[in-house]
Every structure is written in structure tokens, then in C-alpha cells.
């Protein structure tokens, strides 16, 4: 069975760093492209970034460009998202999911990580 | 980027009724593949979104048959033919085409 497990959620201060985990087990987690999506507290989805399977392409959303960066850890199956300077407009629940490839569908989507940004 | 819209925002249902969702992109979806990279999702209260259907009209694993997608090129349909209570819920459509990724703004189905 397909999981995605995201951790390290929480509430930090304006300007501050987090770095949110996903955990992957189910599947061959090197031959995925992985994604992370948001959702603000009653608003709808938006696509943070996407890494593909080896970690060597990356992509971003304009609004966390130069703030956020995805990586992944292929040998603990494990993909991250290093978030700073944080915005109080960054809260949301994060989403990890993953796809076959560029351009395909997101097939699995993990449970979601609350990130609150707040003084 | 493509922005991506849908209608109606709200679509109060009928169990047993049709119901029809629209989406629509501002640039082409149509591949030189053939394909049309448009997605569907659901996003049931409190839970994560599940896809539904992919390439414009393939059904993902374990969806029921009642649902179907159409469309090509900019315009799309995501169609029920029969509602059931279990499909309450926001309905997305995603083009996974060209970064950025784009969701629409959301479909809320909800029993009348």
C-alpha cells in the first residue's frame, strides 16, 4: 500500500525556518517525481514545487522561489521541504504527493502537515 | 503561467441526479502526443484530494464508473451520471502540462 507520512509541521514566527518531512513506503520511491502542494485554511489547492526521482531538476511556485527548497533522500525514502522566511501567508496544510513523471498525474497524496506562521 | 477556471463554484445535487462540472484553461492541454494533460480531483471534508481521472478521461484505479471526464484542447467536463451521498466535496481539475502546476479554484458539491 501506497503511503505518504508528513511530519514537522507547527507554528513558527514571521521570518522563521521549518523544514517539513515525507515519508514514503509502498513503492519504489526513486523512480517518482515528488510534489509538494499547499491548502490555506478554507481556500483551495496550490502547487508549492516538484523534484524528480534522482533530485537533479527542481521547480518552484514564484510566490516561495528563493525561500523554499525540495530535496529528497532516495536511500531513506524520504522527500523535504526547507521553508524560510517564512510569510504569515505560507500558513497552510502542506501536502506531499508524488507522480510517475514530468507532466504526469498526481496519483497519491499524503495526509498533510499544518504550517501556522505567526507571532 | 495557465490559469485554470471552473463551473459553477457551487453545484447543490440531487442523490440519483446527473450533475457536470466545467473547466476551463488558458492555453491548450492538447499534447502533440495526442494527450490532453488535464486532471481531476476530489477532496472529500477533512481528507486529502484522490484523483479521479487523468489525460482528460481516464478513469484512475477504484473510481466508479459513474464518473466520466470529456473535453480537449481548452475546454473540459467532469460528469456524474448518478449522485451518491459519498460524492460531496470539492471538485478539482489540474493541468500538470507546464510548470507551474494550476488547480482551478474548486467545485463544492453538496446534497440539496
Known amino acids: 500500500e501506497v503511503q505518504l507520512v508528513e511530519s514537522g509541521g507547527g507554528l513558527v514566527q514571521p521570518g522563521g525556518s521549518l523544514r517539513l518531512s515525507c515519508a514514503a513506503s509502498g513503492f519504489t520511491f526513486s523512480s517518482y517525481w515528488m510534489h509538494w502542494v499547499r491548502q490555506a485554511p478554507g481556500k483551495g489547492l496550490v502547487w508549492v514545487s516538484r523534484i524528480n526521482n534522482d533530485g537533479t531538476i527542481t521547480s518552484y511556485a514564484d510566490s516561495v522561489k528563493g525561500r523554499f527548497t525540495i530535496s529528497r533522500d532516495n536511500a531513506k525514502n524520504t522527500l523535504y521541504l526547507q521553508m524560510n522566511s517564512l510569510r504569515a501567508e505560507d500558513t497552510a496544510v502542506y501536502f506531499c504527493?508524488?507522480?510517475?513523471?514530468?507532466?504526469?498525474?498526481?496519483?497519491?497524496w499524503g495526509q498533510g502537515a499544518l504550517v501556522t506562521v505567526s507571532s | 503561467d495557465i490559469v485554470m477556471t471552473q463551473s459553477p463554484l457551487s453545484l447543490p445535487v440531487t442523490p440519483g441526479e446527473p450533475a457536470a462540472i466545467s473547466c476551463r484553461s488558458s492555453q491548450s492541454l492538447l499534447h502533440s502526443n495526442g494527450n490532453n494533460y488535464l486532471d481531476w480531483y476530489l477532496q472529500r471534508p477533512g481528507q486529502s484530494p484522490q484523483l479521479l481521472i487523468y489525460l482528460g478521461s481516464n478513469r484512475a484505479s477504484g473510481v466508479p464508473d459513474r464518473f466520466s471526464g470529456s473535453g480537449s484542447g481548452t475546454d473540459f467536463t467532469l460528469k456524474i451520471s448518478r449522485v451518491e451521498a459519498e460524492d460531496v466535496g470539492v471538485y478539482y481539475c489540474?493541468?500538470?502540462?507546464?510548470?507551474?502546476?494550476?488547480f482551478g479554484p474548486g467545485t463544492k458539491v453538496d446534497i440539496k
Open positions: 504527493a508524488r507522480s510517475t513523471y514530468s507532466g504526469s498525474r498526481i496519483d497519491y
Open positions: 489540474m493541468q500538470p502540462l507546464r510548470t507551474p502546476l494550476t
